[in-house]
């Protein structure tokens, strides 16, 4: 088991957009538990495959399923969201995140189409900043707790370690659940597929003109 807790890896720009998800993400988890309640929420704005409403999409971006599903998102996003949108710049950035969550989504329903589980988290658009993160910056130095059996230690490893073996566990994870009862809740194609679009599109985005602010 490991968990990244910081990086080396100085930012160019200041990640107003990275900030302004984290911030709507927990505004709208605030929302979820404390005032309108999870599950009048989750049943009108998470994306369900089966039904597949196109706003849902983006909907169920914003939306998380617990404390811990939010805290992980959250602080991956907070690690190696900024370099990302260095590279991007602001607008690009947002457009960038919003289609590797789309893409993640997408994902999702072509591998489970008939699925009734609705589908929350920012985990898709997340894992697409991570295979963009893993292609710009593969030597990066990230800062890894790791848990060896009974020990706990830090250690410093490249990021293309650190992301590859994060794809690799979803990779596993989702093909394990083709043929078993997925009930536990995690959309493993949707981190697979973020995944992917992430690394096969930032190039394009990076070439689109938006003047970089």
């Known amino acids: 088991m490991f968990f990244p807790y910081k990086d080396d890896n100085p930012r160019v720009l200041f990640p107003f957009v990275t900030y302004g998800i984290i911030g709507l993400n927990i505004l709208v988890f605030w929302a979820q538990f404390f005032v309108y309640g999870n599950e009048r929420l989750i049943s009108t704005f998470a994306f369900v495959p089966y039904e597949f409403k196109l706003f849902t999409i983006f909907t169920s971006m914003f939306m998380h399923g617990g404390l811990m599903h939010i805290i992980g998102n959250m ?47 920012a985990s898709g658009a997340i894992a697409g900043v991570l295979g963009a993160y893993m292609i710009k910056f593969p030597k990066a130095r990230v800062h890894v707790l790791a848990v060896i059996f009974i020990f706990i230690t830090t250690i410093v490893v490249p990021a293309q370690l650190v992301l590859g073996l994060w794809f690799l566990m979803q990779l596993s994870g989702g093909l394990g659940s083709l043929g078993f009862d997925t009930t536990g809740g995690i959309a493993w194609f949707a981190h697979i597929g973020g995944f992917i679009v992430g690394i096969s599109t930032l190039r394009i985005f990076q070439t689109i003109n938006i003047k970089k602010i």
């Open 75 to 121: 602080w991956f996003l907070y690690i190696f969201g900024d370099n990302v949108e260095s590279i991007l710049g602001h607008v690009r950035f947002l457009l960038f995140y919003l289609f590797c969550g789309i893409g993640a989504a997408v994902a999702q329903f072509l591998i489970q189409p008939d699925s009734t589980t609705p589908m929350v988290g």
